[in-house]
Nanobody, 125 residues
Framework: QVQLVESGGGLVQAGGSLRLSCAAS????????MGWFRQGVGTEREFVAA????????TYADPVKGRFTISRDNAKATVYLQMNTLKPEDTAVYYC??????????????????WGQGTQVTVSS
């Protein structure tokens, strides 16, 4: 089992920045690919970003490319999501998730075995 706890959400004006953190405990953090997802009101949970076990490879959803940066610190068992130039459409509950190496793939919700409780991000216009 892996326990994930997100933090860092809040209310920010459009154009501002937030940094989300996700602290992991339980099994060895570096064994897992980590992802961030988000879910707005009345929408399905969607992929935001993912990072490989070593941090060498990252993948982003098109709406956040160039604005968001995912990173991880395996020594601290923490994954981060730096969000810049925030837009009102970024408003959502943000979740971090942990994925085993298999099966392959990064963007589908069902590929991730462990989830945090989520943190609310609200961007005002």
């Amino acid at each position: 089992q892996v326990q994930l706890v997100e933090s860092g959400g809040g209310l920010v004006q459009a154009g501002g920045s937030l940094r989300l953190s996700c602290a992991a405990s339980g099994r060895t953090f570096s064994n897992y690919t980590m992802g961030w997802f988000r879910q707005g009101v009345g929408t399905e949970r969607e992929f935001v970003a993912a990072i490989s076990r070593t941090g060498a490879s990252t993948t982003y959803a098109d709406p956040v490319k160039g604005r968001f940066t995912i990173s991880r610190d395996n020594a601290k068992a923490t994954v981060y999501l730096q969000m810049n130039t925030l837009k009102p459409e970024d408003t959502a509950v943000y979740y971090c998730a942990a994925k085993n190496p298999r099966p392959a793939g990064l963007t589908r919700v069902e590929l991730y075995a462990y989830w945090g409780q989520g943190t609310q991000v609200t961007v005002s216009s």
